[in-house]
Each structure stands twice: as C-alpha cells, then as structure tokens.
C-alpha cells in the first residue's frame, strides 16, 4: 500500500488512501445501542445533527432537513430521547427572512448552558460564503423556543461542533470561515479557524485572530478538547487528507500554527469529546482523500478513536462499515452525566443516526 506525506517538518504525518484502513472492531458490548431516530420524514435529506444532554437529564439531537442541501427549504429539526425512545421531531427554525425572502439554514449546534437555557445556534443564508449566525433558546430542553436572533455581524457561532465552557465560565465556541467569508485572504489557505469567545454567558462575544497555517493547511469545523494545566486543543477537518491540530495555553484567547495529526480524513466533519477519565474520543471517517480525486474521499468508514496526550491517536472502534452512497458523515459526540457516550451522524444524507456506547470498553 503507498502512503504519503502530508506537509513537510514538524507538522508532517503520515496519511494511508484507502477505505479498508479503518476496519477495527471493539468488543461487541462497547456499543449499548444504535439505530435511527426516525424513520419517516417529510424531507427527502437530512443532515448534520448535533447532540446534547439537556438540564433536565434527557438527550436531544438537531439537523437540518430539507429537499437537499443549499435548498431553500432546508429546516432546523429537533427530537427529545425519554426513557430510550425517541419522541418525534419538530421544526424548531427556518430561514423565512421578514421581507418574505427565504434562505436555507445550516448546521445546527446544540449547548446546554451551565444553570441556563438549552441554546440552539445553526446558520442562515444562500451558501457557507455569505451565511450568518443565528440562536433560539429554549428554558423546557426543547419542548418550547424563542423566537430567533441574529448574532451579532462577524459572529458566525459554533460553525459545526459544540463550545466548552472553560472553569473561569468563559464559552469557547470553535468556528471557522471559508473562502469570501471575511475573515481575510491568507495564500495557499481559503479555509480558516477562529475561536469565539464570550464571558457574560452569551450576550457579547470577542473573536480571535484566524489560526495561522504556515503549512497551508485548509481547516474548517474545529472541536475543543480540554488538556491538564488549562491547555486546550482543537482537531480540524481538512483538504489535505489528514486531520489537523492547534493548541491554546492561554484560554483560547491564542493559538499554535495548525499542523497535522496522525490520522486521516476524506474532507469530511468530525467531532471530538474529553471523557471524564481524562482520555479524548474524536469521532471521524478512517480513510484519506482517494489519489484520483484530491482533497475529496468517501465518507466511510466511521470510526472512533482514543488518545491519552491529543497527539498519538489510535483507531479504536468502527460504528459503520458498509458502503453506502452518500457515506456517514457530520457525527456529533458527547459524553452524558452517567458516562456513557452518545454518537449521532448523518446515515446516506437520509436519517440520522445514534449510538450509545461504553467508553470503558474502547481501549
């Protein structure tokens, strides 16, 4: 099998083309439970869900869903799980605008504020290049919602993956830009991570400078991981067929130049949770961009993996293997108050998907 190199220095690694990579089973008990959460929809595809447990104890979940993608009558839907069943979506946002205008609405990212409400950010506008931040909240976990807001302009909110909330009560939303968004031109990059952060739960937000990428690495769609001594770390989907990296020793006021990490990816989102015991889960498809169609691969398998220090990683786990035409893709991770951990993912952009699993048993 031929493998490459992904940049040059201290940054490079080593990226495996190739669907078979990721093939790695775990013990049969890891995963508690799996299926869908739903089965009929009135919208043909779905996409890019977001999980979350509620105040309450409850787990929820979001997506968009619409014709396709980029349609304007692409929607924000949400669905409760109580006692292990999932209760049936509702419609919770759009992008009807007051003059009568519609646009599509984008990935929708759930976060329980710490003793407030369930906060629902998700985008609105014609493309990735022009959209803009929007949030509705919720005091009930979801049963009932606000009326939406714009952000303020310049704040986009979590882009795709859920903020953290630092022990000084800072939210670290992970955000990034793409090419006409604003944020800048940077040569060889057209893809930037930026950091949004707010000290007053929500009402104002201060923007970082965009992560610089000395190696050219495109990188959207971060997610934070919490290390010991303060230090996070935030994981990046990239073009160039691995998985990219940038710390922060400073409360993700600055961040490191983003280098690469040794694991691959097809230019697909990922997500990222640090478990109570200390290790982090990432949540990620295990195949690089294929040699005949650079910066672009399919979206299976999907997989999990563990690493103890956010730099050796290690393929622990593959929740889907058979092939389907639109992939898996867009999964969300987090882990609830009893320790089990809670996977969703977008299912051939059809259904979304939900697993349980026990981290204990992924080693």
Request: net charge neutral; proline share 9%; glycine share 12%.
């Amino acid at each position: 099998m031929t493998r490459r190199f992904l940049g040059t220095g201290a940054g490079a690694v080593l990226a495996s083309p190739g669907v078979a990579n990721g093939a790695v089973r775990a013990p049969a008990d890891a995963i508690l439970s799996s299926g869908f959460i739903y089965d009929d929809a009135p919208y043909p595809q779905a996409h890019a869900s977001s999980v979350v447990q509620v105040a309450d104890g409850a787990i929820a979940a979001a997506w968009f869903g619409g014709t396709h993608e980029k349609h304007p009558d692409v929607c924000i839907w949400f669905a409760r799980m109580d006692g292990g069943i999932w209760g049936r979506p509702i419609q919770v946002a759009n992008g009807v605008q007051a003059d009568g205008m519609r646009y599509p609405t984008w990935n929708p990212v759930l976060f329980q504020s710490p003793g407030g409400p369930l906060i629902l950010f998700y985008k609105v506008g014609p493309d990735p290049f022009s959209w803009w931040g929007m949030v509705v909240e919720s005091q009930d976990g979801g049963r009932t919602w606000s009326m939406p807001r714009r952000l303020p302009d310049g704040v986009l909110g979590p882009i795709k993956n859920k903020p953290v909330v630092m022990a000084d009560g800072a939210w670290i939303s992970p955000s990034s830009t793409e090419a006409g968004e604003g944020m800048g031109s940077h040569v060889g990059s057209n893809w930037r991570l930026h950091f949004e952060i707010s000290r007053d739960q929500g009402r104002t937000w201060s923007l970082t400078e965009p992560v610089e990428s000395p190696l050219n690495i495109d990188a959207i769609q971060p997610s934070v991981l919490l290390h010991q001594g303060g230090r996070l770390q935030a994981v990046a989907r990239t073009r160039q067929g691995a998985l990219a990296s940038t710390w922060s020793r400073d409360g993700g006021r600055t961040w490191s130049p983003l280098g690469a990490i040794d694991l691959p990816n097809p230019n697909s989102g990922t997500d990222a949770v640090t478990l109570k015991d200390g290790r982090h889960l990432l949540i990620y498809n295990h195949v690089a961009h294929a040699p005949e169609t650079p910066g672009k691969g399919p979206r299976w398998p999907l997989n999990l993996a563990l690493s103890d220090d956010g730099v050796a990683w290690r393929n622990v786990l593959t929740l889907e293997a058979e092939p389907v035409p639109a992939g898996y893709a867009y999964p969300a991770i987090i882990q609830a108050a009893d320790g089990r951990v809670h996977a969703t993912w977008t299912h051939d952009r059809r259904r979304i998907s939900h697993a349980v699993i026990d981290p204990s048993k992924l080693e």
